[in-house]
């Protein structure tokens, strides 16, 4: 209905312009756009994006139809004042149609695998450990957690919207991340139309066998929701995927009673490795805390549609940036977890981190293996130096830190893991992000690769690495390169 609305309203700016047209063309031109304007208000709902597209339709159409109605003739104008005026509203109208464009109500990839997808989420309370990140004393680590699985026929329900669907619960979330983007809060407004693939609330699909987990974990100021795609297509192909919401790591997370917790964890250059490494301290307790409730589940000690459905003798687990290395370090640290892959993430504990024989996989943006040699060789041009905004003494620490992580990655690769990039990803675009708009792309925190293409790689990659190594099928994929996948790039 957009579009069609779109289409009515350049059609009524250039009959405007010509004078021959029949009357009883505009007149029908503007019915259908008075038309498609309500019922594209009513059925797909009001986006900001298309203001100027929607004022000017209405104000054609109206006038349009007064002067039939009145039988009067148009208004004779200045050929200057014509122009100026036509001007104006054809770049009112092309502004509204980049808007619509650069910033859409997009749709989540479509889950490859043979199973529908359930989807539910737990708010969970770690009595054991102190919450850090807050002032008061009693705080006790809190996390919301959603899982997504294979699931029996949703077909009488609707897809689960991918942000809050509370209106005052949805304001907090978006002017949390409007706030990080700087950008005003009604520009995300439109975020209430997209959907999920999955299913809020039905039944596990039976099986005879328990499903493989996999736990997932996501970058440093993002959410869980930011891999909905990644855990949608996982689950439809057979697996049982965790997510976590790091609290006050992300940007907003959400809890039942109405609270959104935003970004309170401080990250600076200064004291980056430090730092780094007591988030992932505690972000790995988190992984460890939530395998412990799998096992409740799974056991029928904590009630819930998961007893019975979890193999937990086949664990796996991923993350993107520090999730990415926090999946490194709990599969190094936690016996219970089998595989793993990290995804663009910066490792953060690299010392006494090379005895390891579990199958891992890292998966890295385009650019980090000409970073790698820069590195190694120390030809880091001055002008790319400058760039950086780093002192002497920075560098230097960056540079040995940095060669212990290559160190780290050619032992995983040595003992039977495996390192690949993908051509034209930046780090954002391990995420759904990169679905989200081209914006990103120009400001560099997507890549040149196309968002869907992209995101078809890296989830057809992990899914294989988890087939082989969770389920014992496929590895074609992560063996060698594959004709259909040009981007990805074995070093």
């Not at 029996?152 to 978006?174: V, Y």
């Not at 990415?324 to 793993?340: C, D, E, V």
């Not at 990655?409 to 989200?436: C, E, P, R, Y």
Request: glycine share 6%; proline share 4%.
């Amino acid at each position: 209905m957009e579009i069609s609305l779109i289409i009515l309203c350049i059609a009524l700016l250039f009959v405007w312009n010509v004078k021959k047209t029949s009357r009883n063309i505009t007149v029908t031109i503007s019915l259908f756009t008075i038309g498609i304007l309500i019922g594209q208000l009513i059925f797909e709902g009001y986006r900001w994006q298309l203001f100027f597209v929607y004022l000017i339709s209405l104000v054609m159409s109206i006038t349009v139809l007064y002067r039939y109605y009145k039988r009067s003739s148009p208004i004779e104008m200045k050929k200057p004042l014509k122009y100026s005026i036509y001007s104006i509203t054809s770049i009112l109208v092309i502004f509204s149609i980049c808007m619509a464009i650069y910033l859409p109500v997009f749709q989540l990839p479509k889950p490859s695998g043979p199973y529908q997808v359930g989807t539910q989420t737990f708010h969970m309370i770690d009595p054991n450990r102190d919450e850090i990140w807050t002032k008061a004393s009693h705080d006790k680590r809190e996390l919301m957690v959603q899982i997504w699985y294979p699931a029996q026929n949703s077909k009488d329900n609707k897809p689960k919207a991918l942000f809050p669907e509370d209106t005052t619960t949805f304001q907090k979330f978006t002017q949390a991340y409007a706030n990080g983007l700087g950008v005003p809060s009604f520009v995300l407004d439109y975020w209430k139309y997209i959907k999920s693939n999955s299913y809020e609330g039905v039944d596990v699909l039976s099986s005879k066998t328990p499903y493989p987990v996999v736990l997932l974990s996501h970058g440093f100021g993002t959410t869980r929701i930011l891999h909905t795609s990644q855990a949608e297509h996982l689950a439809s192909n057979g697996f049982i995927v965790i997510a976590i919401d790091h609290t006050y790591s992300t940007t907003a997370t959400v809890f039942p009673d109405g609270r959104v917790t935003g970004l309170q964890t401080e990250m600076n250059l200064d004291s980056f490795f430090e730092t780094n490494s007591k988030l992932g301290m505690v972000w790995t307790e988190d992984i460890g805390f939530i395998i412990n409730q799998l096992e409740k589940m799974q056991s029928g000690i904590v009630q819930s549609k998961f007893q019975g459905k979890l193999d937990l003798q086949n664990l796996g687990i991923m993350g993107h940036s520090v999730g990415g290395a926090t999946a490194f370090n709990a599969l190094y640290l936690n016996s219970k977890i089998k595989a793993g892959i990290n995804m663009d993430g910066t490792l953060y504990d690299r010392d006494d981190r090379n005895n390891i024989s579990k199958p891992f996989m890292f998966i890295q943006a385009e650019d980090f293996m000409v970073q790698r040699k820069k590195m190694e060789s120390g030809n880091i041009p001055t002008a790319e130096r400058k760039t950086m905004n780093i002192s002497d003494e920075q560098f230097n620490r960056l540079k040995q830190e940095k060669l212990k992580e290559y160190q780290i990655i050619d032992n995983v690769v040595k003992h039977g893991g495996l390192m690949i990039s993908v051509k034209g990803a930046a780090h954002f675009n391990f995420t759904d992000l990169q679905l989200f708009s081209d914006l990103f792309s120009l400001l560099g925190m997507t890549g040149d690769i196309d968002g869907e293409r992209s995101a078809m790689i890296v989830n057809q990659y992990v899914l294989d690495f988890f087939n082989k190594h969770l389920k014992g099928t496929g590895g074609d994929l992560i063996k060698e390169p594959n004709t259909k996948y040009p981007e990805v790039i074995f070093p």
